[in-house]
């Protein structure tokens, strides 16, 4: 789920002044949420409030599969960019064959353009974050089998 999402359930959760949070998951997608007032548990009428949000599939990213390899992490927080400038192509894209040392992408922190390279020799298998998306310290990149 993407961190905007995210933020949005907690400010509506803190805000409503209410005390539990039920969220319903169905096939990797957040169906309902349910809320519970701490004043209406404890009232006898056990009145309950609900809250249903609309969230579509491009909201979050599940990944349900099962991918061996090595993890390429961010080594800082920053914004990620697959390529050296949008006109130019990606440095990696999966499938390709990579060397130890080859640089697979950059993480822009604070006007620094960080390049990340290959840990080892192998095959891109999973790109795990999109262009222009930030990153954070250790937060899968790449998966390199």
């Keep these: 789920m993407k961190l905007k999402k995210v933020k949005e359930f907690v400010d509506f959760f803190n805000k409503s ?5 039920e969220v319903e998951y169905q096939e990797g997608e957040i169906k309902s949420i349910k809320v519970k007032s701490k004043d209406s548990i404890q009232s006898s009428n056990l009145v309950s409030k609900q ?4 969230i579509k599939e491009t909201d979050f990213q599940v990944i349900d599969e099962v991918i061996d390899g090595e993890e390429v992490v961010s080594p800082l927080v920053g914004t990620f960019y697959g390529a050296m400038s949008p006109e130019e ?3 990696v894209n999966i499938g390709d064959l990579v060397t130890k040392g ?3 992408c950059i993480v822009e922190a604070m006007k620094v353009m960080n390049e990340i390279q290959s840990p080892r020799d ?3 298998v999973k790109i795990l974050v999109e262009n222009e998306e930030v990153v954070g310290f250790e937060q899968p990149l790449f998966i390199i089998e």
């Design 102 to 104: 080859q640089t697979l």
């Design 122 to 124: 192998g095959k891109i």
């Design 51 to 54: 809250a249903n949000f609309e």
């Design 89 to 91: 192509p990606n440095f």
């Design 17 to 21: 002044g209410l005390g539990e949070l």
